[in-house]
């Protein structure tokens, strides 16, 4: 099976090829040319595996060159019982009649990122070796918080790889910023960066198109690659879990084996949602798929009307992980509803380059009613839904997961639609314990570590021992750059 950008149809490569390089030479998105199938006894098969024997039967579906006893090596390692405390990895769990979480936090970082980047660092070092590439890779990350953190655990002492993430330094949750700048690992690197997180994420775009900085770079050895969810190896890791939920709930007798059940995500980048996607046209039988953003509601509005348009103000909200008004994974979506007209996709691309909107086609306006709806909500909405989730069903979200049961139960008011529903759960909620103490009442809750301590009492959960063990860490990152200066770094960690 190939892989094409989704801006020229004639750049095609394997699946290694896709995850070594990340981007497309063109700067679009390598994407699948064709989704393959799990119809007929396929979700038999796959209800009665183990999530890790699941990750190997869908992933090799989507990656020619790997076999499956490679595949089965990578994910036995990243999905230990060391790595993941939980032992069904991302176990589904019911809230109330016909409402399930499927929880993405129980592992390294306490956020969903971990699914897909504990599997990456192993899935791109094979993939570099297969490609023959001799360069030392340095992965750049644009994190609005998790990402990064997830990424450096991954790829920390991997042999053959160096990563650098950059932050927005006024747009991560206290604890985030800890974790990343605690990070230990001798090839690793961290920066803040005075800006948003699209400024960033920006930026590092533009160091990959940079061909001053790729020839200095591959004179010193090195080359850029990206952890960030425009790389192929970041998006196939997400679809198992989404197959992975439906055959839970047949296991588990809430569903037969052909019921709908429909998906509500919690959504910043939009790569999460378009694994789902994908889940959906292999055949798992899900219906609507439902975006959910916060005040940035960008993705609510495309979804609506088809007129993408990033002029709007930015706002810093309880959910950071999700304030982001360019949502790259959307191409990959566009590409798949063109039909193969590439032209139409990179048209897209260069208005929102050159005037951050774009309207798409009526034919692609069609598809996305189809299959998405959206909806938004402001903090104090997401505060009441943690409150009201607390004390009537005793099951406690973080800020963006609940984005997604507010957005849900305003999608099932107003549509009148009752299909059973997996909330994607996408961080621990003690990744963001201020916001959720003050959502449970607490008129001045403390900040920083201490948070943990103040909602375990609160609530009597226990907190996730990598966010305790945070507490006696050494801060071994300090430094600030303007966004006109993240070369500097770059070229310091690569000496
Ligand atoms: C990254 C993230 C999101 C958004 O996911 P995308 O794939 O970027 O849409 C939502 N919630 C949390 C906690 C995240 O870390």
Redesign the pocket.
């Known amino acids: 099976m190939y892989y094409v950008s989704t801006r020229d149809r004639l750049q095609k490569t394997t699946g290694s090829g896709a995850i070594a390089y990340g981007l497309a030479p063109d700067g679009g998105l390598f994407t699948p040319e064709a989704i393959p199938s799990l119809a007929g006894n396929a979700l038999n098969t796959l209800r009665d595996m183990t999530y890790r024997q699941r990750a190997v039967y869908v992933m090799n579906m989507f990656l020619d060159g790997y076999s499956a006893a490679e595949l089965n090596g990578f994910c036995a390692k990243a999905y230990s019982p060391e790595r993941f405390r939980d032992p069904a990895v991302a176990p589904v769990r019911k809230v109330s009649e016909g409402t399930y979480a499927l929880e993405l936090w129980h592992g390294p970082t306490c956020?969903?990122?971990d699914l897909a980047l504990q599997m990456l660092p192993h899935l791109l070092t094979s993939a570099l070796k297969k490609e023959g590439e001799g360069k030392t890779a340095c992965i750049l990350v644009a994190t609005?918080?998790?990402?990064g953190k997830g990424a450096l655990e991954g790829f920390k002492d991997v042999p053959g790889t160096r990563i650098l993430v950059f932050y927005p330094k006024d747009g991560v949750s206290a604890i985030q910023e800890l974790q990343m700048t605690t990070q230990e690992g001798s090839n690793v690197g961290v920066c803040a960066v005075r800006g948003n997180f699209d400024d960033a994420q920006a930026q590092v775009k533009g160091l990959f198109s940079d061909p001053d900085l790729k020839k200095e770079l591959a004179g010193r050895g090195y080359f850029l690659s990206s952890a960030n969810?425009i790389n192929w190896g970041r998006v196939l890791p997400q679809i198992v879990y989404y197959v992975s939920a439906y055959c839970d709930l047949m296991k588990s007798g809430n569903i037969q084996k052909g019921d709908k059940v429909n998906v509500c995500?919690?959504?910043?980048?939009?790569?999460?949602?378009?694994a789902a996607w994908y889940a959906k046209r292999m055949g798992v039988p899900l219906g609507k798929l439902i975006c959910a953003s916060n005040q940035n509601n960008v993705l609510t509005d495309f979804i609506k009307t088809g007129v993408y348009d990033r002029n709007r103000p930015f706002y810093q909200t309880i959910?950071p992980?999700?304030d982001?008004l360019v949502?790259s994974?959307l191409e990959r979506l566009i590409h798949a509803f063109s039909y193969g007209n590439v032209e139409q996709v990179r048209g897209y691309m260069d208005q929102l380059a050159q005037t951050g909107r774009y309207e798409v086609a009526s034919s692609v306006k069609r598809e996305l009613v189809r299959d998405f709806a959206a909806g938004f909500c402001t903090d104090d909405q997401a505060k009441a839904m943690i409150a009201n989730t607390w004390k009537g069903n005793g099951y406690l979200l973080?800020p963006?997961?609940a984005v997604a049961f507010h957005v849900l139960e305003d999608y099932r008011s107003e549509t009148g639609d009752s299909t059973p529903a997996v909330v994607a759960s996408?961080?621990s909620p003690f990744?963001f314990c201020p916001a959720v103490l003050e959502a449970l009442g607490e008129k001045a809750p403390v900040q920083g570590l201490e948070s943990i301590a103040q909602l375990a009492r609160l609530t009597g959960l226990e907190p996730p021992v990598p966010l305790t063990n945070l507490a006696g860490k050494e801060i071994r990152f300090t430094q600030v750059v303007e966004k006109s200066g993240m070369v500097k770094p770059v070229l310091e960690l690569l000496k």
Not at 144 to 147: A, L, Q, R, V
């Open positions: 956020a969903f990122k609005s918080g998790d990402t969810s995500v919690p959504t910043g980048n939009f790569g999460d949602i378009l959910s992980s999700m982001i949502s994974n973080d963006h997961t996408t961080a990744k």
